[in-house]
């Protein structure tokens, strides 16, 4: 399975981006897919997960109310639009899929990872 993402880029604080992520390959190999990010010199940390058949979600505490995760399955496209976004939302954001049902929170659970795609949010 590849992981194509894209969408990031410079924005002012309170802006809005959208990320996309399209899967290739076996798709009959994830059940889930997500975003993780890393902020530079910490730790990468879950933002949401989306599971394929039944569009259950899970967000990370730090987004809720502000970013949603939905999927297009004829496109094999998840999607991650950000809201009110503010400075410490500023990361590289990495697509993710795993071959499981459960959404998990735990990047060593998730079996595929795309390239990574920069947001940048300025205060």
């Known amino acids: 399975v590849q992981l194509q993402a894209s969408g990031g880029g410079l924005v002012q604080a309170g802006g809005s981006l959208r990320l996309s992520c399209t899967a290739s390959g076996r798709t009959s190999s994830w059940y889930v897919m997500g975003w993780f990010r890393q902020a530079p010199g910490k730790e990468r940390e879950f933002v949401g997960a989306?599971?394929?058949?039944?569009?259950?979600?899970r967000n990370a505490d730090s987004v809720k109310g502000r970013f949603t995760i939905s999927r297009d399955n004829a496109k094999n496209t998840v999607y991650l639009q950000m809201n009110s976004l503010k400075p410490e939302d500023t990361a590289v954001y990495y697509c993710v899929a795993r071959s499981s049902v459960v959404v998990s929170a735990r990047d060593n659970e998730y079996d595929y990872w795309g390239q990574g795609t920069l947001v940048t949010v300025s205060s």
């Open positions: 989306i599971r394929w058949n039944d569009g259950l979600t």
